[in-house]
């Protein structure tokens, strides 16, 4: 059994590829896990552009794609996925939270029509599945990888995901907005036990009554209810843009002090949880 992720983008809201984001990354949100040779990604932000050069050269010739949700910072890498313009692959792409928009592939053709983008979807050679469910939802993927979902409180919806493999469990949830001193009972039951829980980070405590109505949660919070779901460790991620190395160093040198198993997710960051 062979349970490996990758992070590939995990900044949020905006890609910001300068001097001052190097060390933790400026690609938005893209997340491998690859499961006994299966591919999955979670979300399409800027950094599934290099996973998708990263494809090719593997030879990886099929994939699904969990969609958390649609705003642009969690999709807009899509339409420079290598793969998906070679006739020979093809991905599956999912979501839980689009029917209410028209559903994927609306939404995904949406963002690739004129005036926004020159190149539309039906450009891509490669054979694309889009499938919408309900956040809450729970499926399979063949017959050894399941998925389960929850809905999550941000603006136009959002799905938390957690994929279980062989006794292993790794949950994404972003993008969320907690309420102070009232633990979301959604996320607890969905990342109750997870070995690994990469949780929507884009603000300190201190920042988060500024933010309110933005759709988004705190590093504090993730080990709040990490803590109380007994999950085994916290990626923080989802980085403000203006959150910078300097800024992002510091969170993580807090949060390992609040909790050791805690720690800030960054591009090219490898974890096995076999």
Request: with cysteine; hydrophobic share 40%; net charge positive.
């Amino acid at each position: 059994m062979s349970f490996k992720v990758k992070f590939w983008g995990v900044r949020g809201s905006i890609a910001c590829p300068t001097v001052n984001h190097v060390n933790f990354g400026g690609n938005t949100t893209c997340i491998e896990v690859s499961i006994d040779g299966r591919s999955i990604i979670l979300d399409a932000g800027t950094g599934i552009r290099n996973l998708g050069h990263w494809l090719l050269r593997k030879r990886v010739r099929e994939a699904t794609v969990l969609l958390s949700h649609t705003h642009w910072d969690h999709i807009n890498g899509f339409p420079f996925f290598s793969p998906a313009f070679r006739p020979d692959r093809r991905f599956r792409l999912l979501a839980g939270a689009s029917l209410a928009h028209g559903g994927l592939r609306q939404v995904m053709a949406g963002q690739m029509s004129h005036p926004f983008f020159p190149v539309p979807l039906e450009a891509l050679r490669a054979k694309l599945d889009f499938e919408d469910f309900k956040a809450g939802e729970s499926f399979k993927l063949g017959s050894s990888v399941t998925i389960k979902t929850a809905p999550l409180n941000h603006p136009d919806g959002a799905t938390g995901y957690r994929i279980e493999n062989a006794g292993r469990s790794l949950c994404l949830i972003t993008d969320t907005e907690h309420v102070p001193g009232k633990p979301d009972e959604n996320v607890l039951n969905l990342i109750q036990g997870a070995d690994l829980v990469i949780y929507d980070s884009t603000y300190t405590d201190a920042e988060f009554p500024n933010k309110v109505g933005w759709g988004h949660s705190t590093w504090q919070e993730g080990i709040r209810l990490c803590k109380a779901a007994g999950a085994r460790a916290l990626a923080i991620s989802h980085h403000d843009p203006e959150h910078d190395d300097r800024f992002m160093s510091n969170v993580e040198s807090k949060a390992r002090a609040s909790w050791t198993r805690a720690f800030v997710a960054r591009e090219n960051l490898r974890i096995r949880l076999d």
